[in-house]
């Protein structure tokens, strides 16, 4: 296939041209390096079937760049948008604007051009559920933003997921949807608007305090960044279902089923990584998820999907990776 992957650049993406590229896929990735890095595609350099075109891909000239470098487009991979929770409440203006624009611009782009699109979503369309696991269709509980202004981003995903079932509804677009579950690995920021992960590891790497966002009671189903992308590219390589089911406006949990609290993760990353700097519990940013567990069992079925990665494996690789960085210096 030839495949664009907006957000090519950044943590999910550059993992994902990786992976496409491995696959015997052309690649061009397409980044405006906003939250992207070009060093995260240092291991797609060299590849002939590797492109690169940075820019803002809201502006669809990026696009036809992209598709004259690759002599045509077989799919998109949409994962260009604004995330990190401190932008939810600082920038909400900047998510929600980042996050439609860019969606609208690839619809309209893929739907002239008759190509697949993979849109990458979000567990946060959910808002703040209290029954879990999270299936595929259950509805979006948001509460007032007179309290808070962190479900911009939910909401911009809720959004861009109405805009790509009424483009697959009225003009056959034959888009998928995909929403990861708290991806980490390698790449993962973990400054202050980066992932929660990372942030521990990079906290231990540093012997300081792991800081807990309230109780630590909160929980996630923090899966393993190659389990996403394998889960990302059937979607967009597949055809039909496994199981013969239409894959046309059809949504997939990615996600590990493997629940862990904050507290838990935190003495984990603390454990793994050997630091006896202990953990501080400091008030987190509102609106937090309470829980947060998917149900993948369309995924499983349509896709042969599930996790393979256990935490405890996933957070000593990501350590060895942080070790290995600093050893060299690069850190």
Known sequence: MRCIVTGGAGFLGSHLCESLLSRGHEVCAVDSMFRGKKVNLEGCK?????????????????????????????????????NGTRYF?????????????TLRTVTKFATNLGSRLVFTSSPEV????????LTETIPGLFPSPHHHLRHSY????????VLL??????????????????????????????QVAAIFLERCLRDEPIVVHGDGTQTRSMTWV?????????????????????LQGASFN????????????AELCLRISGSEA?????????????????????????????????????????????VALRDAGTN
């Open 46 to 82: 060299g590849m002939p079937d590797y492109h690169l075109v940075m820019g803002d891909c809201a502006k669809i000239e990026l696009l036809e760049k992209a598709e004259e470098k690759l002599h045509g487009v077989d799919c998109i991979f949409h994962l260009a948008a604004i």
């Open 89 to 101: 409440n600082e920038r909400p203006d900047l998510v929600i604007k980042v996050n439609i624009d």
């Open 126 to 133: 959910f808002g703040e559920q209290t029954e879990m696991p």
């Open 154 to 161: 939910g909401a911009s995903k809720y959004l861009g997921e």
């Open 165 to 194: 079932q009424f483009a697959v509804r009225e003009r056959s677009l034959d888009a998928r949807i995909v929403r990861p579950f708290n991806g980490y690995g390698p790449r993962l920021k973990g400054d202050e608007y980066g």
């Open 226 to 246: 190659s389990d996403l992308v394998d889960g990302i590219v059937a979607a967009g390589e597949l055809d039909e279902g496994l199981d013969g089911s239409s």
């Open 254 to 265: 990615l996600g590990s089923t493997e629940e862990v609290s904050m507290n838990e993760l």
């Open 278 to 322: 202990g953990m501080d519990h400091e008030p987190g940013h509102p609106g937090d998820s309470a829980r947060r567990v998917p149900d993948v069992s369309a995924a499983n079925s349509a896709l042969g999907w599930s996790a393979t990665v256990t935490l405890e494996d996933g957070i000593s690789r990501c350590w060895s990776w942080l």
